[in-house]
Structure formats: C-alpha cells, structure tokens
C-alpha cells in the first residue's frame, strides 16, 4: 500500500516537472515571466515555512534574507567582476550569515518575543538599505543588473529559476525528512519535550534559521535573474507579511503549501489587478475568507478531506 | 553667536520636533497597546484607522469649511467615525475569533489593514490631500534660546498629556477599565464572575481605534494625507509598544519618547542615516529587555 | 520558594516514590533535577557526578529521562513517531540532514513501542488516542531516550482502573526487565505501596521522610501531616 503511494507520488512528480519543461513552448512571454515569478516567491515561502511551518518559529520578518540575498547579488555583479556562479552563492551566503547573526540574538526568545525582535532587527537592516545611497542606490535600487546571456533571455531565465527552484525544493524536502527535520517538528510541537528527550533546542533552532535564511536568500538571486532589479521594498515588512500569507493559504503544514501559496498570490495579484486597481481589496476578502474558513489553508484542507477517503478504501478492502 | 550656542540651539529645537512627533506617536501606540494588551490582538489594521481619521478629517474640515471651525469639527467628528468603523469590525469580524492563535489574528489585521487601504483609495482617490492649520495656530512662540516654536506643535505637546491623563483615568479609575485590567490578566475569572466579557473588549477594541483616528487627525495639518502614511506609522507604533512592554501604557509613552528623539536627534548627527537610529534603539532596547522596559500585562 | 531543604537519594536498582499533598513541590523537585529549573542552592548529584544546573538536554544525555504529569508530547506526529524523535536523539543522529528519519532505528522503535503495549497503535496521530493511552506513549517517549534513571511524574493521574492496572504492570516490567532506576510521584497510594521499594514524603517543598514502605506507614509525623491516620488512601 505504502509502496504504491510513494511511486504514484513520483510518477505525479515527474508529470508535474515535465509539464513545467514543457510549459515555455506553448505560454507566450508574459506568462513564462510570471511562472518564473511563481517559482521564485514559492521558493521564499517554502524556505520561510522550514522555520515557521515545521520548526513552529515566529519568523515574522523573513524577507530580510531574501533582500539581502538579492543584494549581495546585485552588488557582486555590478560592482565586481567575479564570475556569475560565485556571485549568485554570495547572494545565499550572505543570506545565511545575516540569519546566522540575528538567530544568534533572537533564538533565546519564544513566539510572539522571537517574531518582534526579528522584525525590530530586520527593519534596522531595511533603513540602512534604503538610505546608503553610495553602496545600495538607496530607495532606487539597482537597475539592469548584467546577467549571463545564455541565463537572462525570457526562457533562460526561467529554466534557471526551475531548476534552482527544484534543487532547493528537493534539498529542503531531504532535510525536513532527516532527522534533523523530525527533530526541528518535535520542537515546533513541544520544545520543554524536545530538551527533556537529549535535543538541544536552541542550536537547533539557529541551525534551522540559517537553513531558512540561505534558502530565502537562493531565492532572493534567483529574483535578480528573473528582474535584473533590486530595490529595497524586498526587504520591506509588509512583503514578508505577504509572504506569510502564502504559506497560510496555501497551507503550512503542507510541504507545496506554500508553493501553491505563492502561485495563487501572484496569479490573483496580477490577474486581478488587471481588471481593477482595487486588487488590494480583492486579496484582503480572500484571505479573511481563508482565515475563517481553511485555517491550515488550501492544501492542509484537501489533505484532511482526502485522509478520510483512503481510510474508507482501507475498511472496504479489510 | 559662538558655533556652541547655535548648536545648543539646533539640538532644542530638534528636540521641540522630536517632542511633537512623540505625542502623535504616543497616542496610537497607546490605543494598540491598549489594544494588544486586553484582547491580544497585535492591530495591523491600526495605522490604516489612523490614516482613516486623517481623511477623515479632511472631509470634515472641507465640510464646515476648511477654517478653525472645520478643524475643530474634524478634531470632534472623525475619531468618532473611525471608533463607529472599528466597533463594526469587532462585532463583525474580530469577536468570533479571540480564540484563535496570535499568528492568525495578526494576519487577519493585515487583510483588514489591505482591504482599508482600498476602501480609502475608493472614497478619497490616490491624490495627496492637506488639511490647513487652524487660524489660531498660525504663527510661533519663542520660548527658550531664541528657538521660534510653531504654536501648532505646542498645541501638540498639550494635547499629549491630557490624552494620557484620560487613557489613564479610564485605565485604572473607570469601571469598564478596571475590568478590562482583569480581563487582561484572566479572562476566562472575568467571565466566571458574569461579567460580558465579549462586551468590554469590543469598548476597549473601540476606545484603541478611537486613538488611533485620533492621532490621524493631529496629524493632519502638519503632513500630506497620503495614502502608505499607515504602512510607515504602523511598524513605528509596534516596535514602540514592543519597547515599552506589551499593554502597558506609560510604556508606550516612554517608547514613543525613545522613538521620537532618537528619530529627531539622529537626523541631526548623521543625516544620511537619521533614520536607522530609532531602530537601533529598539534592537538595543530588545537586545537588554526581550519583554520591553515597562512591565507587560502578558 | 517551592523546594527548600528536600533531601532525596535513590539507589541504582529502586523504585522509590516521592508522596505529597498537592503542592508539596513534587514536580518541582523533578524540574530541578532534570534541569528544566535552575536551584538557588543545593546539589543533584548522579551517579557521583555533579549535574546541578545543566540544561535538560545534558541531563538527559547523562541517562535520566522523565515523564510528564499532563500528557506533554508531540500533537502533530503520530504515536511512531514522536517515539522514533526521542531514539534518533539518544543515537545521537540529530545533525544528520541526509538519511531519511524513515529508514533510521525502526527496529529500536518498534521495540520500545511494543514493550509498552502500543505496536497496534503506532500508525495513530496522538490526539487519537484515549488518556490512558497518551499517558503510556509519554512514558515511551521518556524510554525512547533510553535512560538508566526515569522519573515519572503521576503515570496513572486520570486513569480508569483497568487502566491503572496495566500501568503498574508496565513499570514493574521496565524495573525488572530492563532493570531501570525509577523514582515516580502519584496520588494512588495502593500503586505506591505495591510497587515502591522505598518511599520520600515531602509536605511544603521539604522532606519530611525518606524510608522503606513499613517505616513510612509506621511513621507519626507523615500519619499527622498526611495520610491522616490509618486511612492512607486519602486521594
């Protein structure tokens, strides 16, 4: 039984990998733009919800990664001649240290504390990126970042982004199903238990923070390839809210929740937008909507409604 | 004059700005500290009942208008606009979840504070509008060292103290607020006792708004009512209520003091970087009192 | 102050109970000892070794592993799984980032699932399970850490009978099979009189005896302050 799940689970999963090699062929620009997009803040959302989903952590200000990782990008290739590959990991690297470095001060402190100091620290970074005008262009950001060639086309850039986005969706995978992932769930579930049974919580914790800081920075990179811009409202709160918002409607106790997440915020941000420039509005209902009514969001719901339908097939074959 | 008294002189009227910024500051933070501290909900949607009174006192100043007795109206009618649109958010929305996790009532204040945005987009429009300062206002008043004050922001630093003398005398000398001290502490003895419990929050949920609307119309006059001027006061408030101690109300007095000058006083030392000060205030505040520097009620 | 002037040795071997009126500081006592609580003064010593005031996750490196008095597991993971979490950290496996936790100490897991009486069960999400049930997999989380001293705060407290029964069977079992030091708190004094080998008294955060079975019951001093006489089933 188990068996057969987990192959028709890969077979779904080679399907779905096919479908989006396939997609560039058909889709006119616009849409492979927007699908790289997707992968892009689906990427953030999923490395947000390492910490927030599975290691039950207030992260309420996770953009900050994101926008540094976009960054140091930027900065290393319009300041520097250092070859591509190598600027796009500093993006990541810098990422993980400013995590590494703020989970240092935030980790000994719980929920609501955590997430409010996290922000307090976060804003602190955003108003120095928005104001060094000389090294960060300030509130302008960088524009026409130089991009490899064979990368910087509309479906360069787009296998790019699927294929840094699939590498790190299968590596964050492996690793929330490590032990190290169990672990970081019993914390999420119970952390005076999780001491009481030989783990240590707090490096834990911080290790899991810098995991989910260096994967927000990867998709913070993978943004300047897609845009060849950064300007500093990536790092400001109200995206990471939003970011926040697609884990919880696409569900954060999904491991695509947020993936789903992510597409339907920027499917209903530019489709609505197109028809109304209250697209604000529109978005706001839609959250209520799910707030009130699919509290563990859109795939946690069909996870539970499916549950209930293999246990029936089990009791019939029984 | 030697360059010490013209910097003396510079620091003091940059602390008269400071000043003036701390008691708009001081009086909506105070309402989501009120807010945060009784029925637990960090209000995103705070700032957007802020930005509200402001346009709504712009409406009302056009109304009677646009001279002192518009101000004075506005000053009157629009905090109670927003406390009336508050009080149907509460009823509508807000009471049928207080037992939902924080993370989830903060989220549901983002949606609000979005859909608010719009709602104000829908009746205002995107165009900047500016409300006059009233006649009496006009003009300065040199008090110490020469420094000409704007007798508009000594009203402002009048208005400060008493609102705060009467959030406190509703805190701690009303009945509503004694009660809403207890509900704070244990809600769950409060509603033992047969007190409706449901009640007195959607009061202090209304009274929190109604400082909110209040600050947007003190506001008014002295910027742009613009439409984002909710997304900049918000996180300012809440990292001023984190200071201070969650729901504790001199605290948010103190935060908003630290916010205020480190935000005034900066400018003055570095310019370029004026702004990263206040943050770096809160951080080092957090980094030496994680729970704020007044006691919290949670 | 919750503790003051509590004094308790338990050799390797025992089982030895610690009774006490609500509020005697018995949890307290074992918050202290497995680090959770950092003491003013006094020391806790295991094995000869001075552990006062390591963090709980050191402790329970050293070999003491402890249960909860209200059911303090994993709600999100089933019954398998919040066992196999405890396993994969005593074997240390906690940085490994790689293998599947799925293809790791199954067997272990399953043994220790089994020794408690819930390998049927395994597959369960926790809030599925009865009280009793829950109680038993908070002890085998505690086992999964594969201690040599285990303190069990109140195993029975809420227990049907039949329930009960099966409880003390079990710490019987763990005592005597895997020849585990146990020291527990409970209110039922029939299981502490049954299974103890020695038995602690603490009223108001000290102790007022430490000694066998027959001392304790012989006692003036805990008959006044606790057991009220001859009738010592006063829970």
């Known amino acids: 039984m188990r068996k057969g799940t987990s192959t028709r689970n890969i077979g779904i999963g080679i399907a779905v990998v096919a479908v989006f090699f396939l997609l560039p062929a058909f889709l006119p620009r616009f849409y492979v ?36 990782g ?58 120095i990126v928005y104001r060094w005008y000389s090294f960060t262009g300030g509130d302008d950001g960088i524009h026409g970042i130089p991009v490899p060639e064979i990368i910087s086309s509309y479906n360069g ?24 992932g169990s672990a970081l769930q019993g914390i999420r579930d119970n952390p005076v238990r ?80 197109g028809y109304t420039v209250y697209w604000a509005l529109v978005y706001g209902i839609v959250m209520v909507f799910v707030i009130f009514f699919l509290p563990n969001g859109i795939l946690g719901f069909l996870e539970q409604r499916a549950k209930p339908a293999d246990e029936k097939k089990l009791i019939e074959k029984g | ?110 949606a609000l504070s979005l859909i608010f945005g719009d709602l104000v987009k829908l009746v205002w429009g995107a165009e900047y509008k500016s409300v006059p300062v009233p006649q009496v206002f006009h003009g300065h008043l040199t008090l110490v060292a020469g420094i000409p004050i704007p007798l508009y922001n000594l009203f402002l630093l009048l208005v400060g103290p008493v609102v705060a003398i009467l959030l406190w005398l509703f805190v701690n000398k009303t009945k509503m607020g004694k009660i809403s001290r207890a509900a704070a502490v244990d809600r769950d003895m409060v509603g033992a006792v047969g007190i409706n419990v449901s009640r007195v929050f959607a009061a202090v949920f209304v009274v929190g708004c109604l400082l909110a609307g209040l600050g947007g119309v003190l506001v008014a006059p002295t910027v742009n009512v613009t439409l984002g001027m909710d997304h900049t006061l918000i996180m300012e408030a809440f990292l001023i209520v984190i200071m201070g101690g969650l729901g504790n109300i001199w605290g948010a007095l103190i935060g908003a003091l630290i916010f205020g000058l480190a935000q005034s006083l900066g400018i003055l030392i570095w310019p370029q970087f004026g702004i990263i000060f206040p943050y770096a205030a809160v951080v080092i505040v957090l980094m030496i009192k994680p729970t704020g520097l007044l006691k919290s009620t949670w | 102050m919750a503790v003051n002037r509590a004094n308790l040795e338990v050799e390797k071997g025992e089982i030895v109970a610690v009774i006490g009126p609500n509020g005697a500081g018995k949890t307290t006592l074992f918050n202290l000892i497995t680090g959770i609580l950092k003491p003013d003064e006094g020391r806790v010593f295991f094995k000869g070794e001075d552990i006062t005031g390591l963090s709980p996750h050191n402790v329970c490196r050293k070999g003491i592993s402890r249960s909860f008095q209200v059911v303090n597991v994993f709600e999100r993971l089933s019954v398998f799984e919040n066992v196999r979490i405890a396993v994969l950290s005593k074997n240390r496996m906690c940085w490994n980032f790689i293998t599947p936790s799925a293809k790791l100490l199954g067997d272990e897991t399953e043994r220790i699932l089994s020794s408690v009486g819930l390998a049927d069960k395994k597959d369960s999400a926790c809030s599925d399970l009865s009280h009793g049930d829950r109680k038993v997999l908070e002890i085998a989380v505690a086992l999964g850490a594969s201690p040599e001293f285990l303190i069990l705060d109140e195993p029975t407290a809420g227990m049907a009978p039949e329930e009960t029964d099966r409880c003390i069977e079990l710490i019987r079992n763990l005592s005597d099979t895997l020849g585990l030091t146990i020291l527990f708190c409970e209110h039922d004094m029939g299981l502490v009189f049954s299974i103890s080998d020695r038995i602690m008294v603490m009223a108001r955060g000290s102790t007022l005896v430490q000694g066998t079975c027959e001392e304790v019951r012989r006692n003036q001093a805990v008959q006044d302050a606790y057991l009220g006489g001859d009738d010592y089933d006063v829970s």
């Open chain 1, 33 to 68: 733009y927007l699908i790289s997009l997707m992968l892009v803040y689906g990427l953030l959302a999923t490395s947000l919800n390492i910490v927030l989903g599975y290691g039950g952590v207030f992260q309420f200000h996770h953009c900050v990664f994101y926008g540094v």
């Open chain 1, 70 to 127: 976009a960054y140091a990008t930027a900065l290393f290739l319009t300041k520097t001649g250092v070859p591509f590959i190598l600027s796009f990991l500093a993006g990541a690297v810098a990422a993980a240290v400013l995590s590494f470095l703020m989970g240092i001060i935030t980790v000994r402190l719980s929920k609501l504390y955590f997430g409010m100091l996290q922000i307090s620290l976060g804003s602190l970074v955003w108003a």
């Open chain 1, 157 to 180: 850039s787009y296998y790019f982004t699927l294929a840094v986005t699939l590498i790190c969706l299968f590596l964050i995978y492996k690793i929330i199903k490590s032990p190290f």
């Open chain 1, 194 to 273: 999780s001491g009481m049974i030989g783990i240590n919580v707090k490096r834990h914790l911080l290790v899991a923070l810098v995991i989910a800081g260096f994967f927000g920075g990867v998709a913070g990179s993978l943004f300047v390839v897609v845009d060849k811009t950064v300007f500093p409202d990536m790092l400001f709160w109200t995206l990471s809210l939003e970011v926040f918002i697609m884990c919880l409607i696409g569900g954060w106790f999904s491991f695509f929740g947020p993936m789903v997440g992510a597409a339907i915020v920027i499917a209903l941000r530019t489709f609505v937008s």
């Open chain 2, 1 to 110: 004059m030697d360059t010490g008294a013209l910097l003396f002189q510079k620091i003091l009227s940059q602390i008269f700005v400071g000043l003036s910024r701390t008691t708009i500051l001081f009086i909506v933070s105070s309402g989501m500290s009120l807010i945060l501290g009784v029925l637990r909900i960090p209000n995103i949607a705070h700032g957007s009942l802020y930005m509200i009174g402001a346009f709504m006192a712009f409406s009302v100043s056009n109304f009677f208008g646009g001279g002192s007795q518009g101000f004075w109206m506005a000053l009157l009618l629009a905090p109670i606009g927003v406390a009336i649109l508050s009080l149907i958010t509460e009823r509508g929305i807000f009471q049928f979840l207080y037992k939902r996790e924080h993370l989830m009532l903060l989220l549901l204040t983002f």
